[in-house]
Antibody, heavy 125, light 106 residues
Framework: EVQLVQSGAEVKKPGESLKISCKGSGYSFSNYWIGWVRQMPGKGLEWMGIIYPGDSDTRYSPSFQGQVTISTDNSISTAYLQWSSLKASDTAMYYC??????????????????WGQGTPVTVSS | SYELTQPPSVSVAPGQTATITCGGKNIGTRNVHWYQQKPGQAPVLVIYGDTKRPSGIPERFSGSNSGNTATLTISRAQAGDEADYYCQVWDSSSVLFGGGTKLTVL
């Protein structure tokens, strides 16, 4: 079964750092783009960025460029989303998702076919 | 920058057809993907490439895209179809989501 399993809930203080994970299984992890999506409480989906594990090609949404870092460790089929200094406004659910076509080029013909269960992040003093 | 516009809410009676729209300038020239998100759950891809259904998605779900409007159609609506629905396109190597539409089946 193809699945993405995310790390558990996090409670942090403003200014702290954080790295959450997304482990893929049941498929060739290196061959599929992995994206990250934010959903603030009661709000819609926001795109953060995407990475191709095969060559670490990373594309950030302009809204999140410089605010987060996306990376992978292919040896353990895991993608990461990290912050160096959290803000209260980072409180949200974060999802990872796999782009459905196995290609290093970022084609626009396909959506995100497999999603993680989400990692809730709470930032509060 | 490119924008996608969805109605905040749509209501449908059980057994009837629900239509959810996604507006954007010349959206007919882009590939549109649709997601269903039920409360407390992760999104699920229900339509990709304007009209294609991933495996496991019922035939009741269909999509179309032309001009300035893409449409998700849910035939024979059921209580289990109640959810938020999001359209999505790619733009300059990034994803754009519509604001989402809450479908109520009543």
């Amino acid at each position: 079964e193809v699945q993405l399993v995310q790390s558990g809930a996090e409670v942090k203080k403003p200014g702290e750092s954080l790295k959450i994970s997304c482990k893929g299984s049941g498929y060739s992890f290196s061959n599929y783009w992995i994206g990250w999506v934010r959903q603030m409480p009661g709000k819609g989906l926001e795109w953060m960025g995407i990475i191709y594990p095969g060559d670490s090609d990373t594309r950030y949404s302009p809204s999140f460029q410089g605010q987060v870092t996306i990376s992978t460790d292919n040896s353990i089929s895991t993608a990461y989303l990290q912050w160096s200094s959290l803000k209260a406004s980072d409180t949200a659910m974060y999802y990872c998702a796999r782009k459905s076509d196995a290609t290093s080029s970022l084609s626009y013909n396909y959506g995100m076919d497999v999603w993680g269960q989400g990692t809730p992040v709470t930032v509060s003093s | 920058s490119y924008e996608l516009t969805q109605p905040p809410s749509v209501s449908v009676a059980p057994g009837q057809t629900a239509t959810i729209t996604c507006g954007g300038k010349n959206i007919g020239t882009r590939n549109v993907h649709w997601y269903q998100q039920k409360p407390g759950q992760a999104p699920v891809l229900v339509i990709y490439g304007d009209t294609k259904r991933p495996s496991g998605i019922p035939e009741r779900f269909s999509g179309s895209n032309s001009g300035n409007t893409a449409t998700l159609t849910i035939s024979r609506a059921q209580a289990g179809d109640e959810a938020d629905y999001y359209c999505q396109v790619w733009d300059s190597s990034s994803v754009l989501f519509g604001g989402g539409t809450k479908l109520t089946v009543l």
